[in-house]
């Protein structure tokens, strides 16, 4: 037991640090001087996940927006949006941001795969299937990001 | 206000609802929706979603620190993060259904009676064991803990074991449906129903806030709820403040935590209350 409590906590740790660094570089990246976030809705900008289609209008940023100083700016909704802006160069800052926020959704998850595959190499049945059943419900949380 | 004036206006209060909460035992979450509502006009779903990330921040350092130092129970928290976060899921798939007024108004009486229950005086650390249920015997749910205001190892056993996993289920649909890491329910849960000595409950409770938000953050996510110009600078801020809250705690005195604890925690909840009904305080 003592080990998984180990292994979970070192997972915590290092992911909970990574995922904020990333935050962190993608909110400099963005508000810097000549950053994409000054120029961001500009002619020949790109284009943000969600505003693609006038019609649609910004999908959850168009629709619900309630503070004038929250510019406009991509709302990345699934992990394939995000892996696409990484594609292209430069890298869209608030991509780097989301990329921090889903390393941090990802991290208990990971904690509790690592805890799982300890239950099972020392025989404990019972936890290693509670384990597998709070992989599944994070699962279904994650399906709604990974499409 | 400028994007970046405004950024950095959040990422500041974001640090000082980090430190009140950590000094409040409330958590970021449960102070931070209500402030991003009332004071920076934020959709209620992009405040919920930016409270979630930041509980999981704050978890995985807490949660991290307690499990090193063995403070935290894994099994416990694994025991009951089953029903929470099935709770959880609930709670977060209801919130694109119920209205955001309805939302505000479960928000003002959730809070204020988090604020309530968290006024309690907790056990002391160093209460006897508790004859263990037969369920936690069955899974283990007993432990020990070297408490170091007493100088010695604090043996520990769970009591009440159904009625904890259906306070548990509850807690897991109101962190979903609020976008709360709901760690005053959940060590309440913790306290009272299983008799969990209140260290072991509160840092069991950092490792399973941080489970749960995962999973409902995920479906915030996907909606379309968590925004990075939000969600990045509230997370790195309350994880800021949190470590300094912590620090800060230690310097002040029970009365002082407890004044600024019901001015803040009852303003919230009537203000939220208000905005449910539709009366506006600002």
């Known amino acids: 037991m003592r080990t998984a409590e180990i292994l979970a906590s070192r997972i915590l740790f290092w992911g909970g640090v990574a995922s904020i660094l990333l935050m962190a570089l993608g909110i400099i990246g963005w508000g810097a001087p000549g950053g ?24 959850p940023l168009g629709r619900r927006v309630g503070h004038p100083g929250i510019p406009a700016a991509p709302v990345y909704t699934s992990v394939g949006e995000v892996v696409r802006a990484w594609r292209q160069w430069p890298v869209e800052p608030l991509a780097v941001v989301t990329t921090g926020i889903l390393l941090l959704l990802a991290t208990p998850f990971v904690g509790v ?3 799982f595959v300890v239950f099972v190499v020392i025989g404990e049945r019972r936890y ?14 994650l399906a709604f990001v990974s499409r | 206000m400028s994007p970046v004036l405004f950024l950095l206006a959040l990422f500041a209060t974001s640090v000082g609802t980090g430190a009140l909460g950590a000094m409040l035992g409330l958590g970021g979450g449960t102070l931070l929706v209500p402030i991003l509502t009332i004071f920076f006009g934020i959709n209620l779903h992009y405040a919920m979603g930016a409270s979630l990330v930041s509980v999981i921040a704050t978890s995985s350092g807490a949660a991290a620190a307690f499990l090193w130092l063995g403070l935290s129970n894994m099994r416990v928290g694994l025991f009951l993060a089953v029903p929470t976060i099935v709770g959880a899921l609930l709670g977060a798939t209801l919130v694109g259904v119920v209205p955001p007024r309805v939302l505000e108004l479960i928000f ?3 809070i204020g009676w988090a604020g309530l229950i968290t006024l309690r005086q907790p056990r002391l650390a160093g209460a006897a064991a508790a004859e263990a249920h037969p369920l936690a015997v069955s899974f283990g749910l007993q432990g020990a803990y070297f408490d170091q205001a007493l100088g010695h190892e604090v043996p520990y056993s769970s009591r009440g074991v159904k009625r904890g996993v259906g306070a548990m289920f509850v807690t897991g649909v109101l962190s979903g449906l609020l976008g709360i890491g709901a760690g005053a329910f959940t060590v309440l849960s913790m306290d009272s129903f299983m008799k969990l000595p209140m260290k072991v409950a509160t840092a069991t409770s950092n490792f399973l806030i941080g489970i749960t938000a995962a999973a409902s953050a995920g479906i915030f996510f996907g909606r379309g709820d968590v925004h990075p110009l939000i969600a990045g600078p509230v997370a790195i801020g309350v994880l800021i403040g949190a470590y300094l809250g912590t620090r800060v705690l230690a310097r002040m005195t029970n009365t002082t935590v407890r004044r600024l604890f019901l001015l803040v925690v009852f303003y919230l909840s009537l203000s939220m209350i208000l905005r449910g009904l539709g009366v506006r305080l600002l």
């Open chain 1, 36 to 59: 994409i976030g000054g120029n961001w809705g500009a002619p020949g900008a790109p284009q943000a996940p969600h505003e693609r289609t006038a019609g649609q209008a910004v999908g």
């Open chain 1, 113 to 115: 795969v690592a805890v």
């Open chain 1, 128 to 141: 290693a299937g509670i384990a597998a059943v709070l992989i599944a419900a994070l699962l279904v949380s």
């Open chain 2, 108 to 110: 003002g009486v959730a």
